[in-house]
């Protein structure tokens, strides 16, 4: 076991030497223009590039520069935005953290209890009724666009029908502090978190139903029968267990997508204020500074979490740990 | 004897695209408290499909049991699902093939053989556990509590395979179905594991079912012995007259594949020519006809039926013929 | 003896080949059919957006129309009227007729007619996924061939690369690159990208799945190098062009052929959200994205410019991800991507 979890955070101390390298050389690297001039931002004065170039010692060999740029955002933390006169970027970043978690970490409980229960009921009955609804509706869900089914949400939500009984509770667009008060932060999550959860209850119910309709044909199912376990203790005990591996790999996978992707676009459309939507402000100005801290700090989290993730596995799942 | 199972012209069918396909045809057999049957066949003979439908285990919902099975005079086909859960691990317990798939690979063997007590009697979860490391001692597993708090796959095959039989015993059956136990065990470590299971009957005073396709095995361990071929049986006896006296040229086949490890050696070893028919192209006559070197023209238009009192076979040829066909296949 | 007419009986009819088999299966599917129907009618009518913009909506759905008027009941209406609402104050666009004519689906914040920017967005979005899903599944079968086939040192160039790419969350990959292209287009001498071009999203989107199809294919490719017929093959002396050729090639190919619409669907849905945040197809041209983003503004004045573009994506991933479901059950039921 410690075997195991040395291995994997020396794996990840190297995948997060590679993505720092990939993104540097994105931003400081690729053709095409001059990086000083991408980093003042739009329409910046002669001075401004030449300081940029300066400071970012962009004159110097690109080891040079890569480090001096991992310095500026890991231990001095004191790269300062172009757009934004003199703006610091990486506390801003940690301001906005907790938004993100709390936008992630709840829709992320939501949709594996969803889908753990829908995955299990699909495979219960399958081929009736219940099973291909379930699946039609898991395949819809799966085929919207997050951000598009949060417009949706806020159309509903604070529009057409925010004057009913039914979403009348809503508060306005934007994130409550929990310390401020606990029942307005669930409140201003809860849409957003379903938002999100959304194409996630999708994808892990189908993943779960298909790995336990796998797992049903394993001999040792046939031992569980055998046994005198009833059809649902062998499902629920037996199958449930061996399958949750497979939606646990997959939530290692996804996390990657989800603060990348997903919860940026969820933040955008719900005017929350995390990471996701620093870099979307940042986008809209072209701030290169915060989109690179945003960026590596949500790789950072990303590659951790899954390492994370790859650990509780190998104690989840006794498997795991003979192998590799 | 009383019969502790009694099985009455059981068919196992199975629905396809290609219609309905009977994988197990007619089989009747019976057996008493405290013995042990040996059935043997090739694959695909439907042995494995018979014991399965006894604990309607067969799990395919094409598949379709029809007959009788009595076990304690109480008829199992058509039974409630409920009552059937409760027989399954308390008075019938199985045993499968393959030890290395045959256990949930993400719990501790003490986890699942206490699982299995704590279905059928009301221990508590501590005393349950103190009885699985009392029965894997029982089995003959090396430092018992060490094992009990194993995975599967830390253990080997042969290990793996006495937990098995240890959860099998664990509520201790009246009847074990034994399927293949040893097929998938190295040779030495088979030996072992049918001692194991001939002293069951001692300790445990189960009566066991044991499928197998290897003579031998039946041989060192089997009071009776049915042989199949293509989902019906073709001769049962006592073992000691099986194979003093086998009456169906298939058995005289499966014999004369065997080397003999004791006793004459044979200059060499015969096989069967041919293969086994496909379920869906069974001949109309005796299935074993077209492998056969001594068919009649009576074998063509119906199966045989089983014949005989203590030793049936189900074969035309009368006692007479059957020495000199033998002798012609055996000591060729 | 029998034995002669025991075989003879066993000798099954020939299997037709695999890729008739497959197709007979598909055809079955009806859901797979459908879908396959419903994705071809979509590309026609985007495909129709320039005659649709000519003859129906009689607009040039890229120019702003700020003062035009449209005849709605027999009466001028503007297309940009002030707001419905006590002071009057802003404006606002007019709504749906949901008649075939002008302004069918109403107009956006520009005055421009939302359900031709919905046809030519589309014929956007379709060509950019496609495109993109074609570069990714033809890099991936590289790749992923030569490090499953000659492992060794190219194996393991090929596999930190693929892990270090996979490790990266794809969208912040995405956002990257094309936050920094975007502005200044690529330049690579004789390779040169224009910042308006549509090959930008398609390269970009391209590249950032190409360790989801690759890592798959070096595993097959791998398998497939330490199976007996390839073996066998090698054994015989056959160069390794054909073993490539006729043993790898065809069974990558069918793996492709099962990852192409989900990796179409990803592309489509990733197109989108790029558009969205204004760093994918960049105005004037749309995209159902860029309409999406067009319409979050008048979301809850005219909901239309927003949910019929997000509708359109939703049925067509909904589409190609059903047809993926089906040429999986049909080709190779046990192919997963991402693993």
Redesign the interface.
């Known amino acids: 076991m410690a075997g195991t979890i040395i291995r994997r955070l020396v794996h990840m101390i190297a995948v997060l030497f590679g993505i720092s390298v990939l993104v540097f050389l994105i931003f400081f690297a690729t053709p095409g223009a001059n990086p000083a001039a991408r980093i003042a931002g739009k329409n910046a004065s002669p001075q401004t590039v030449a300081r940029v170039e300066r400071q970012f010692g962009l004159n110097r060999p690109l080891p040079v520069q890569y480090a001096l740029m991992m310095k500026k955002i890991f231990i001095t933390r004191n790269l300062t935005s172009y757009v934004n006169l003199g703006e610091k970027v990486v506390p801003q970043v940690f301001k906005a953290a907790p938004v993100t978690l709390s936008l992630v970490a709840g829709a992320a409980i939501i949709w594996i209890v969803v889908a753990i229960v829908i995955g299990a009921v699909a495979a219960a009955f399958r081929n009736s009724w219940i099973d291909r609804l379930l699946m039609v509706l898991s395949l819809i869900g799966i085929s919207m666009p997050v951000f598009w089914v949060g417009t949706m949400a806020n159309l509903f939500t604070q529009g057409i029908w925010h004057h009913t009984w039914l979403f009348s509770w809503v508060p306005p667009l934007g994130y409550v502090d929990f310390s401020k008060s606990p029942v307005l932060w669930f409140k201003s999550l809860l849409i957003p978190w379903i938002t999100l959860a959304i194409l996630y209850i999708g994808l892990y119910a189908r993943v779960l139903r298909a790995a336990l309709i796998e797992t049903m044909q394993e001999d040792f199912i046939r031992t569980a029968r055998a046994k005198g376990l009833s059809e649902r203790q062998v499902l629920l005990r037996h199958a449930l267990r061996c399958s949750l591996v497979s939606v646990v790999t997959l939530f290692g996978l996804d996390f990657g997508v989800l603060v990348g992707g997903g919860a940026l676009l969820t933040e955008v459309v719900f005017g929350l204020q995390g990471v996701g939507y620093l870099t979307y402000q940042a986008l809209e100005t072209l701030d290169l500074p915060m989109i690179m801290a945003t960026v590596i700090y949500a790789s950072v989290f990303v590659v951790v979490s899954n390492a994370v993730v790859d650990i509780l596995y190998a104690a989840f799942d006794p498997r795991m740990r003979l192998r590799r | 004897m009383s019969h502790l199972l009694e099985i009455t012209d059981l068919a196992v069918s199975f629905r396809t695209s290609h219609g309905l396909i009977r994988a197990v045809d007619g089989v009747s057999f019976s057996i008493a408290e405290r013995e042990i049957l040996g059935i043997v066949g090739e694959s695909g003979s439907g042995k494995s499909l018979t014991v399965l439908a006894i604990?309607d285990?067969i799990?395919d919902p094409n598949a379709a049991i029809t007959g009788s099975i009595r076990f304690r005079g109480t008829e199992l086909i058509g039974q409630k699902?409920e009552t059937l859960?409760?027989?399954?691990?308390?008075a019938i317990?199985?045993i499968?093939q393959?030890p290395m798939?045959?256990?949930?690979?993400?719990?501790t063997i003490g986890a699942q053989i206490s699982?299995?007590i704590r279905?059928?009697t009301d221990l508590s979860r501590h005393a349950a556990q103190a009885r699985a490391v009392e029965l894997l001692d029982a089995v003959g597993l090396p430092d018992p509590h060490r094992a009990a708090v194993r995975?599967p796959?830390?253990l080997s095959g042969g290990q793996r395979q006495r937990a098995?039989i240890a959860?099998a015993l664990s509520c201790n059956p009246a009847l074990l179905l034994a399927d293949e136990p040893t097929t998938a065990l190295d040779v030495t470590v088979q030996a072992q594991i049918l001692e194991l299971i001939r002293k069951l009957r001692d300790d445990f005073n189960s009566a066991v079912i044991l499928i197998t396709h290897n003579l031998g095995v039946v041989a060192e361990t089997a009071d009776r012995v049915a042989v199949m071929y293509s989902g019906r049986i073709v001769e049962t006896a006592e073992t000691a007259a099986l194979f003093a006296d086998p009456h169906h040229p298939y058995t005289w086949g499966l014999l004369g594949s065997m080397p003999a490890l004791d006793g004459i050696r044979r200059p060499r070893l015969t096989t069967i020519?041919?293969?086994p028919?496909?379920l869906d192209?069974r001949p109309q006559g005796c299935a074993f006809?077209?492998?056969?070197?001594f068919?009649r023209p009576e074998c063509l238009p119906a199966p045989p039926a089983l014949t005989g009192t203590a030793h049936q076979a189900a074969c035309v040829l009368a006692g007479h013929e059957r020495a000199a066909a033998r002798n012609q296949v055996l000591a060729a | 003896m029998s034995e002669v007419s025991a075989t003879d009986r066993d000798i099954a009819p020939p299997a037709p080949g695999y890729w008739a088999m497959a197709g007979r299966k598909l055809l079955r599917d009806r859901a797979a059919m459908i879908s396959l129907a419903v994705l071809v009618i979509i590309a026609l009518m985007c495909a129709a957006a320039p005659w649709y913009a000519a003859h129906i909506a009689h607009t040039n759905p890229f120019r702003s129309n700020l003062s035009g008027t449209v005849m709605r009941h027999g009466k001028p209406v503007e297309v940009l009227g002030a707001a419905n609402n006590p002071l009057h104050l802003g404006i606002e666009p007019i709504g749906p007729s949901w008649r075939l004519g002008p302004y069918m689906l109403g107009a956006d914040q520009q005055g421009r007619d939302v359900a031709a920017r919905l046809l030519y967005g589309g014929g956007n979005s379709l060509i950019i996924s496609f495109a993109a899903a074609a570069v990714c599944l033809v890099l991936a079968a590289i790749t992923g061939i030569l490090a499953g086939f000659f492992g060794g040192w190219v194996d393991r160039i090929i596999s930190w690369l693929l892990d270090a790419l996979w490790a990266f969350p794809v969208f912040l990959l995405a956002i990257s690159l094309s936050v920094v292209l975007i502005a200044h287009g690529i330049d690579l001498g004789l390779f040169r990208l224009d910042a308006s071009s549509l090959a930008l999203p398609i390269t970009i989107i391209g590249v950032i799945y190409v360790p989801y199809v690759a890592r798959p294919v070096r595993g097959l490719v791998m398998g497939l190098r330490q199976s007996d017929y390839v073996l066998a093959a090698i054994g015989i002396g056959a160069p390794a062009w054909r073993i490539l050729w006729f043993d790898i090639l065809p069974n990558v190919i069918s793996a492709l052929v099962v990852f192409a619409p989900l990796i179409i669907a990803l592309d489509l849905l990733t197109e989108a959200a790029l558009s969205f945040l204004s760093i994918g197809v960049q105005p004037p041209a749309a995209s159902w994205g860029t309409i999406i983003h067009d319409g979050e503004s008048l979301i809850y004045t005219r909901p239309m410019v927003a949910i019929a573009p997000g509708l359109a994506i939703v049925i067509t991933v909904l589409a190609l991800n059903i047809l993926g479901d089906g040429l999986r059950d049909a080709l190779d039921p046990r192919a997963k991507l991402r693993n």
Do not use: K, N, W
């Open positions: 604990l285990l799990g699902p859960r409760r027989l399954r691990g308390g317990a199985m499968f393959d798939t045959a256990l949930t690979p993400v719990f699982e299995q279905i059928h995975y796959q830390e098995v959860m020519p041919g293969l028919p496909a192209r006809s077209p492998r056969c070197g068919v």
